[in-house]
Nanobody
């Protein structure tokens, strides 16, 4: 069982930056592909980025490449999402997720979800 808790969301002006954090419980953190999803009002939840257990491999949705960076600290059981050059269309609830493999993460079916943190980007 893995429990996930996000933090770091908030209100930021367009062009600004935020760093989201996700703390995970359990001793098997390194066994999971970790990722971030987001859901904007009236839209479906979408995959943002993922990172392998050791942190050696990352993957991003095309629209996030170059602006968002995912990283993890396995000594702290924490995964991060650094978001730069934020746009109003990045406004959404951002969810942390843990999956046993890349197929589950990229397919939108990770085993565990966090409760989400709101990111609002004003124009």
């Amino acid at each position: 069982q893995v429990q996930l808790g996000e933090s770091g969301g908030g209100l930021v002006q367009a062009g600004g930056s935020l760093r989201l954090s996700c703390a995970a419980s359990g001793r098997t953190f390194i066994n999971y592909v970790m990722g971030w999803f987001r859901q904007a009002p009236g839209k479906e939840r979408e995959y943002v980025a993922g990172i392998s257990g050791m942190g050696s491999s990352t993957h991003y949705t095309d629209s996030m490449k170059g602006r968002f960076t995912i990283s993890r600290d396995n000594t702290m059981n924490t995964v991060y999402l650094q978001m730069n050059s934020l746009k109003p269309e990045d406004t959404a609830v951002y969810y942390c997720a843990a999956a046993r493999n890349w197929a589950a993460m990229k397919g939108g079916s990770p085993e565990y979800w966090g409760q989400g943190t709101q990111v609002t980007v004003s124009s």
